[in-house]
């Protein structure tokens, strides 16, 4: 029976075979390493953002699903891209313009 894991790396479920191959390259050490310093730079970036807000409470879950998608659009896109705004349509039909980033977060 196949082993199921949020760490799609160790496991041998077929529908992980695509993702494994897809960031497979990524995944170097040196490649890592050299992803470091803009992954640091956008958790920092948050916590900023969180402190200027006045924020004493934030719900984690959501905070770090944002800077998670915030990380890969930066590093795949470059920061001017995880910054611009969409229009994003909310459950009751409005319209609302976010940052790319915070629209991939509210996808999943």
């Known amino acids: 029976m196949a082993k199921h894991s949020l760490n ?3 496991t041998d479920h077929p529908d992980y075979k695509h993702k494994r191959k897809a960031i497979g390259a990524a995944l170097f050490k040196q490649k890592l390493l050299g992803m470091a310093p803009t992954m640091k ?8 953002r969180w402190q200027d807000e006045g924020k004493s ?8 699903l944002l800077v998670y998608a915030k ?11 995880a910054e611009k705004k969409v229009l994003f349509e909310r459950d009751d039909g409005t319209m609302e313009s976010i940052p790319v980033a915070a629209g ?5």
Request: glycine content about 2%; aromatic content about 6%.
């Open 41 to 48: 730079r956008v958790a920092l970036n948050e916590v900023k």
């Open 71 to 81: 990380i890969i659009m930066t590093i795949c896109l470059g920061v001017e891209h």
């Open 104 to 108: 991939i977060d509210r996808c999943y």
């Open 57 to 64: 409470e934030i719900d984690i879950v959501q905070a770090t």
């Open 8 to 10: 799609f790396q160790e």
